[in-house]
């Protein structure tokens, strides 16, 4: 059960093309938004589309493959857990982001 503690599944679609660093000590990190789709009714029975947004995070192999093959558009599973993180801007305002630290990467569809 320990592994489930902190998992995150998910499988949307790509809102851009990744961004990819590569940093100075060799390692790669890929950068990239996936939106979830999920629909249901409302009390008046019309259908209602909700869509999250969710900021992923991939490193080393999994980076390259990002870069490699994932494009904007492209359907993805994913498979990792959430962090957040913090740091204070330009004007000396702490802001916080939760990612998704990917660990397994599925492409989808065509």
């Not at 869509?51 to 904007?72: L, M």
């Given at each position: 059960m320990n592994t489930l503690r902190n998992k995150v599944q998910l499988i949307g679609n790509l809102g851009n093309d990744p961004e990819i660093i590569n940093l100075e000590s060799g390692k790669t990190l890929a950068k990239f938004a996936i939106a979830t789709n999920e629909s249901y009714k409302n009390a008046q029975g019309e259908k209602v589309a909700?869509?999250?947004?969710?900021?992923?995070?991939?490193?080393?192999?999994?980076?390259?493959?990002?870069?490699?093959?994932?494009?904007?558009?492209?359907?993805?599973?994913?498979e990792g857990k959430l962090t957040t993180r913090s740091w204070e801007d330009k004007d000396g305002m702490r802001r916080y982001t939760t990612e998704v630290v990917c660990s397994e990467l599925l492409m989808l569809g065509k």
């Open positions: 909700d869509t999250q947004w969710h900021n992923i995070v991939a490193w080393g192999k999994t980076a390259q493959i990002v870069e490699k093959y994932v494009t904007k558009g492209k359907e993805v599973a994913i």
